[in-house]
């Protein structure tokens, strides 16, 4: 039966921001929303008067790294650095100028010439790949250009040292909105000796200073993710996951000393690809990242302990500068944070945050109260009600312990109609995470994401930041988010791990990504103890399932080394002589029974072919393969030739689950038949709960654990409990 939704008001477990000069209105938001915590953000201050309300924490940001000018002024050495690299530049004669750093923004980016060039930079020779003699090439340091004695129509490009001089995220916020007469801040590096003794003296000022500071915001430590502008002020690069803005020659002769090899700049450039976290990893680079997160872990510890030494929780924002500090490594439980807090984009970002083995887990939900969304005319509710439904699949299957908001309070305020959304939204949080704290949610299947971070990027594949994609990527990172709330457990796992021994809870292992990136594996596949592995799993019955171009290396007459489990392959050209036969297809499958439109498989993967008779083709236009099941063994195989995120893939991705697993007689045990309805259960405390992931009213038979049918009708975006 259903029980009684309508409980009493709870409040707690909710952060806004605030700022001077709105005191009136911030009490009474504090008491509409039920908040206990309050909180300042980037260019915003708390006045004295808004600490220390009763019962409400006060949380203080604190920049270890930059806003600190009056000091970083004083150490201009220690300024952060990148290693950068110029455009590509034809020589068309024997000298070739390239002027290296016209593409960057001059108010972010300043060669640096306090260490000897000659010594720390690199010109390359990109037509062969060799480094050009240091004899070979000379520097106008006036105007930032280098002359190389060249081979008349090969390419070059110079690898460049240089200091950041403007924070790159103060810049996106003074930028964003619109901010005049600031005090543009400078990053220094805390490998350098007066800014690691800062850092520390810093804090401690700062802790002394603020006795009404509950809790410490740590935003973040010391190295910004890799966020670097062009000449115009327009974002040029950018990896949530970067590590260019944390190299120095300092951390390169440490690291040598350590190590006992010493970094090339190209092992920071990378070719101009900055290691970005769709690249195959290279040892180098993972020692680098091994390398700073253990020093990052150990200086961020010192912080921490500060702040207990005062009484004080420290918290850390995970974005800005978390580079070191990936939550997921090896390290991260040395810092001894009392929580993590992030910014929610979607169910992914949630989960990326609420799996974080930390005491207090919180999320900054969406839109921050920017102009760039709350201006006159526009309707901010719209994107919070998608942020909230996204978000809650995920909740409901890891919850958060704290919700929060971030910007400018006194803008949202102008939109009555948003703060009666987001009062809801808190109060429906703290209803859920009241009722499913205590037990652990039902779980159909253990999946496991195969790629090469495996679980230091837990939650992490094929996303930019905050809900963002790239358009290369959008077809994969929906794997991801219909995972997020799926009534399955999600582990990540690297080709050691597989060689190692396949963990025997997996049920279904999953590779996908495009041909020779991290995701996909690129030359892990060469390797036969790797394949041997995963068939002999497949074959005694696991599932795998393969999206876009799995397990692609071209090699010993295969392009997808796992063509035999999959039972495809991918023409690239070389055996166009050969005909291909198999084009049959089913006129039925147990995975697409629930289509209710048509197939969308994002970007596409062309030229897909089956190469057995026995291969089921689902989906085959174009003369190519988009949707097939391979059986192996005791064992089966999903291919799909690409997954965005909507309701119809996540349910085909759930159906090809339980297909791949033989467990298709247990689909419908919570479960809903419309796709846009669905059901997360928590035997342990007896409950179950239907929620409406569309904004439209949804009527739907609904099964409970014994595949008893009822009729439930919802409302847009609603949610439902049972008993049971």
């Not at 006159?376 to 509710?381: A, H, L, V």
């Amino acid at each position: 039966m259903i029980k009684d939704n309508k409980e009493k008001k709870t409040r707690g477990r909710l952060t806004l921001p605030s700022e001077e000069n709105f005191y009136d209105e911030t009490i009474e938001m504090l008491e509409r929303l039920g908040a206990d915590a309050i909180r300042d953000s980037d260019g915003t201050h708390l006045p004295d008067d808004l600490k220390g309300l009763e019962g409400v924490d006060t949380y203080t940001a604190y920049f270890p790294a930059r806003g600190h000018n009056e000091f970083a002024k004083e150490v201009p050495f220690e300024w952060s650095r990148y290693y950068l690299m110029s455009s590509f530049v034809t020589a068309t004669s024997e000298q070739t100028s390239i002027a290296f750093s016209e593409d960057y923004y001059p108010e972010q980016i300043q060669a640096d010439y306090d260490y000897d060039p000659k010594e720390w930079w690199e010109v390359i020779d990109r037509t062969t790949g060799e480094v050009v003699a240091p004899s070979d090439w000379e520097i106008d340091k006036e105007n930032d250009v280098v002359t190389i004695k060249s081979v008349p129509f090969h390419e070059y490009s110079v690898t460049f040292l240089a200091y950041g001089v403007w924070d790159p995220v103060h810049m996106y916020n003074y930028i964003t909105n619109d901010w005049k007469n600031v005090d543009k801040d400078i990053p220094y590096d805390v490998r350098y000796p007066k800014s690691s003794e800062y850092v520390e003296r810093g804090l401690e000022e700062f802790l002394k200073e603020n006795p009404k500071t509950d809790v410490v915001r740590f935003t973040t430590f010391f190295y910004q993710f890799s966020l670097i502008f062009n000449k115009h002020g327009l974002e040029k690069h950018v990896d949530w996951f970067g590590y260019t803005n944390s190299i120095s020659p300092e951390a390169m002769i440490a690291f040598e000393k350590e190590y006992g090899y010493k970094l090339r700049p190209e092992d920071i450039v990378d070719q101009g690809y900055y290691n970005s976290t769709f690249r195959v990893p290279s040892k180098e680079f993972l020692d680098y990242i091994d390398f700073q997160s253990r020093f990052v872990a150990q200086k961020a510890k010192k912080l921490v302990d500060l702040c207990h030494k005062y009484g004080k929780k420290a918290i850390m924002f995970l974005g800005d500068h978390w580079i070191g500090t990936e939550p997921y490594g090896k390290y991260f439980k040395e810092i001894g944070l009392d929580g993590v807090v992030g910014s929610v984009g979607d169910g992914v970002t949630l989960r990326l945050i609420s799996d974080i083995d930390v005491p207090m887990t919180e999320g900054r939900f969406l839109p921050y109260f920017f102009p760039d969304t709350f201006y006159e005319g526009n309707d901010p509710s719209i994107e919070a009600k998608d942020n909230w439904v996204k978000a809650r699949r995920a909740l409901l299957r890891k919850p958060l312990d704290r919700i929060g908001y971030g910007g400018y309070l006194s803008l949202a305020y102008k939109f009555p109609d948003f703060i009666d959304y987001i009062t809801e939204v808190a109060d429906e949080f703290r209803d859920i995470y009241g009722k499913i704290s205590a037990g652990k949610p039902h779980t159909s299947a253990t999946v496991a994401i195969l790629n090469s971070w495996g679980k230091m990027r837990t939650w992490a594949p094929y996303i930019v930041a905050h809900g963002k994609w790239y358009k290369l990527s959008y077809s994969y990172i929906g794997i991801m988010e219909a995972l997020s709330g799926m009534d399955v457990d999600v582990k990540f796992i690297n080709f050691d791990d597989v060689k190692n021994g396949l963990d025997p809870s997996i049920d279904v292992i999953i590779n996908a990504g495009d041909a020779y990136t991290s995701f996909s594996g690129g030359e892990a596949f060469s390797d036969p103890e790797v394949l041997s592995n995963i068939r002999k799993f497949v074959y005694e019955g696991g599932g795998f399932i393969g999206i876009g171009e799995p397990s692609a290396y071209q090699a010993n007459g295969r392009f997808f080394q796992l063509a035999d489990v999959l039972g495809l392959d991918k023409e690239i050209g070389y055996s166009q002589s050969n005909n291909k036969y198999h084009t049959t297809q089913e006129e039925s499958h147990f995975i697409t029974e629930d289509l209710i439109e048509d197939l969308d498989f994002g970007e596409m993967t062309p030229n897909v072919y089956s190469i057995s008779e026995d291969t089921k083709i689902i989906e085959f236009s174009n003369h190519e393969v988009h949707m097939a099941t391979n059986d192996y063994g005791k064992g089966r195989s999903f291919y799909m030739a690409g997954l965005p995120y909507s309701t119809q893939n996540t349910r085909i991705l759930k159906r090809a689950i339980s297909y791949v697993a033989h467990k298709e007689d247990d689909l419908k045990k919570y479960y809903a038949d419309d796709l846009r309805l669905e059901v997360a259960a928590y035997p342990e405390i007896g409950k179950y709960c239907v929620i409406n992931n569309s904004l439209e009213e949804v009527s739907s038979l609904v099964y409970d654990k014994d595949g008893k049918a009822s009729k439930v009708s919802l409302p847009g975006g609603g949610i439902i409990w049972f008993e049971g």
